[in-house]
Nanobody
Framework: QVQLVESGGGLVQPGGSLRLSCTAS????????MGWFRQAPGKEREFAAA????????YYATSVKSRFTISRDNAKNTNYLQMNSLQPEDTAVYYC?????????????????WGQGTQVTVSS
């Protein structure tokens, strides 16, 4: 069992930045690839970014590439999503997930464990 807790969400103006954190407890953190998804009201959960267990491979949705950066610190059992140049369309609840593999990192079904989510609102 892996427990995930996200933090770092909030209200930010367009063009601003936020850093989300996802801290894990339970099984060995480095055994799991990590992903960030987001879900806006009335929409399906969509992939944003993913990172391999060792942190050597990263993947991004086209909509966030060059603005978001995913990273992890296995010594702290934490992964991060640095979000820059935020826009109103980035408004959503952001979830982190843990997956045993990244066979299909864009599919939520790949992820075994999920956090409770953190709200990100981009508005002036």
């Amino acid at each position: 069992q892996v427990q995930l807790v996200e933090s770092g969400g909030g209200l930010v103006q367009p063009g601003g930045s936020l850093r989300l954190s996802c801290t894990a407890s339970g099984r060995t953190f480095s055994n799991y690839a990590m992903g960030w998804f987001r879900q806006a009201p009335g929409k399906e959960r969509e992939f944003a970014a993913a990172i391999s267990g060792g942190g050597f491979s990263t993947y991004y949705a086209t909509s966030v590439k060059s603005r978001f950066t995913i990273s992890r610190d296995n010594a702290k059992n934490t992964n991060y999503l640095q979000m820059n140049s935020l826009q109103p369309e980035d408004t959503a609840v952001y979830y982190c997930g843990a997956a045993p593999t990244l066979r299909d990192y864009t599919d939520p079904l790949t992820y075994t464990y999920w956090g409770q989510g953190t709200q990100v609102t981009v508005s002036s």
